[in-house]
């Protein structure tokens, strides 16, 4: 499960960078916005996964948390001092 994730991120990422290279694709940035935020969302949740076990990301139906709720998750269990750290900045 996790190394599909983490793949299907990579992939995601990669196919956003082969699409910005070409110069005469049709909404471009819309499309290259698309994926990497899904690129984001499936790396996030592979994380979820792996490291905060206590927090199930995916469903008794076999869906998965939407990205904002995975991203709420990540803030109210570590974003606090990540939060903090970058401030000083």
Not at 64 to 87: A, D, N, W, Y
Request: aromatic letters at 12%; glycine letters at 4%.
């Amino acid at each position: 499960m996790i190394d599909n994730l983490v793949n299907n991120s990579k992939y995601a990422m990669i196919s956003a960078i082969e699409i910005h290279n070409k110069p005469l694709f049709p909404y471009r940035y819309e499309v290259v916005t698309i994926l990497i935020i899904n690129a984001w969302e499936l790396i996030l949740k592979a994380y979820l996964i792996k490291n905060k076990p206590e927090i199930k990301v995916i469903k008794e139906d076999g869906t998965t948390k939407p990205f904002e709720e995975c991203l709420e998750s990540v803030k109210s269990s570590i974003g606090g001092v990540f939060f903090c750290s970058i401030r000083k900045y």
